[in-house]
């Protein structure tokens, strides 16, 4: 949801969520998961582990190695591939170090990639300000498409004065690449720097207006590199032609931009809960209930209409013999709603019919009979609604053996399913020590999870209800009951730990179809669920 009634609205860079492993010296690496744009010292910084080492070494620099080349620690977090190994590593700092700026927000298509050997060539030696770098063949640079060489290289912030104050270039073995050059073309390329003539480079123009930006952003940030850059003198000051009407323009576009994003997170907002709504749940939470087996929570449910619990078939089957009966006491709790409370619960009598095909027609559901004499809260058969396309969904239920709880979530469509799936496969990739990768989530899994999904048979969305929840009843925005939460797709993650990428609920409409049918030679049951029909 966009927050737009008091606070500014800020343009922020999509960013997938991506996992890299680093180490310190010669220790066991260790996996971070980065879910935002920055550097990667940004992301180290979430670790506690780097933390501590970097609170012990204040006084020295920090070198990030990858694939050999060190990078800056302002290095765009984006640009590290998935389950890409970095060092980490402290040296001396040496004298008059500058601070690392911060780097803009572009997207991995705008930047580029670059690298350059730590020792000069013709006619300079020394271009790296560390000598501790000097033990690396090359070093790596990022740089943003649209900027020139010379403004990448002060940025990156590693390299000596002398390669800006005189005539110096990059070249690659065939030809020379001036400082003045643009970086667009210069995508994973090694180069040696050189230099053509001790006197002092020409002046150069920003490259474009991006590029002008972003050099204002380094001034502002760095006073050394700005006296170096405008001098000890300011010029004249000039109004930029056309001005005006650049501003009118530009004001133009940026509401223009506004309203768009406002028009899609409003889609989003849908999402949200007025109060009414919410009283209106709670109203409706009593009827949702704990299904325990001998006294031990095993699920959930809710009554569906006069004495009778809707639940999943998968919670009562381990219990339910060949003779169609139970062989352990079953009983329901709707009143476990704190720790502290104390709720007898009311003693399941029979199933009174029940569906079990959770692989092609995805049935899975039992029905409870319960006592008819005794007091117990309204059924939600009378709140029966059918499947939206999409929106806000409430699930309602007791997940992990817990008390009364509600989660609120999201239909997924294909495209939100993929890139879901895709977030489960990138947060557990393993690499062996071959340095071969270790899938958890495979494609022919992922695949079996769409192809299961496709046809709308089921309800799909993502929740952190999992064990003794199913049976939870799914509650629409308009607090409509359209399906009962039921199961996911289970996987082991790279932790050990048994995780779902997607769960799903089966719907109501489709579950009183199949209940009709099996109920329809028991006269009294099925007159009982016409008339609170």
């Known amino acids: 949801m966009l927050l737009w009634y008091f606070q500014p609205i800020t343009l922020q860079i999509c960013h997938s969520i991506h996992s890299f492993e680093w180490r310190l010296g010669r220790k066991n690496p260790t996996t971070l998961t980065c879910d935002k744009a920055g550097t990667v010292e940004d992301s180290l910084k979430r670790s506690n582990l780097f933390r501590e080492n970097e609170e012990k070494n204040k006084l020295k620099e920090l070198v990030i190695v990858r694939c050999d080349r060190p990078i800056p620690s302002h290095f765009p977090c984006m640009l590290i591939k998935p389950g890409e190994q970095l060092l980490v590593k402290y040296v001396k700092k040496p004298a008059g170090q500058k601070p690392a700026v911060k780097t803009r927000k572009s997207s991995c298509e705008e930047m580029v990639t670059f690298h350059l050997q730590t020792k000069g060539g013709k006619n300079i ?166 299904v325990r087996i001998k006294g031990r929570a095993a699920g959930s449910g809710f009554l569906l209409f006069d004495s009778f619990v809707l639940t999943n078939f998968h919670v009562i089957r381990p219990f339910f013999n060949e003779m169609c009966q139970l062989s352990e006491p079953v009983s329901v709790h709707f009143s476990f709603e704190n720790l502290d409370q104390v ?41 029966l609604g059918f499947i939206p396309q999409s929106g806000s969904i409430c699930i309602i239920g007791h997940p992990h053996g817990g008390v009364k709880k509600v989660d609120q979530t999201w239909i997924l469509n294909v495209n939100s399913q993929r890139q879901v799936i895709e977030k489960h496969y990138n947060e557990n990739l393993k690499y062996n020590h071959r340095g071969e990768v270790i899938q958890f989530v495979t494609p022919s899994f992922a695949e079996a999870v769409l192809k299961a999904l496709d046809g709308g048979r089921v309800l799909p969305y993502e929740t952190c209800f999992s064990f003794c929840s199913s049976g939870s009843p799914i509650f629409d925005s308009y607090c409509n009951v359209v399906a009962m939460h039921t199961a996911g797709y289970l996987y082991e993650s790279s932790s050990g730990e048994t995780k779902s990428v997607i769960e799903y609920g089966q719907p109501l409409s489709s579950i009183l179809e199949n209940l009709i049918a099996s109920v329809s030679g028991r006269v009294f049951l099925t007159e009982t669920f016409y008339a609170f029909k």
Not at 172 to 200: C, G, R, Y
Not at 359 to 375: F, M
Request: net charge negative.
């Open 343 to 383: 709720d007898p619960g009311h003693q399941v009598q029979e199933v009174i019919a029940y569906d079990y095909c959770p692989d092609s027609r995805k049935c899975d559901w039992a029905l409870l009979g319960l006592n008819a004499d005794q007091v117990l809260p309204p059924g939600l058969l009378s709140f």
């Open 125 to 290: 030696t020394k271009i790296i300000r560390n000598p501790a770098l000097r033990e690396y063949p090359e070093i790596s640079v990022y740089a943003y498409k649209g900027e020139n060489m010379k403004h990448a290289l002060k940025r990156d912030g590693r390299f000596l004065k002398t390669i800006f104050k005189k005539t110096c270039a990059l070249f690659d073995s065939k030809a020379n690449v001036e400082m003045s050059n643009l970086v667009d073309d210069l995508d994973e390329k090694s180069f040696q720097i050189i230099m053509l003539n001790k006197s002092s480079p020409p002046e150069s123009q920003p490259s474009s207006q991006e590029d002008a930006l972003d050099t204002v952003e380094h001034e502002q940030g760095n006073n050394d590199e700005n006296n170096e850059i405008i001098g000890d003198k300011l010029g004249e000051l000039h109004e930029i032609p056309n001005s005006r009407e650049i501003r009118s323009h530009l004001s133009s576009r940026v509401r223009d931009v506004e309203h768009q994003i406002l028009r899609v997170e409003y889609g989003r907002s849908e999402g949200s809960v007025s109060v009414e709504t919410m009283k209106r749940l709670m109203s409706l939470s009593t009827s949702v209930c704990q």
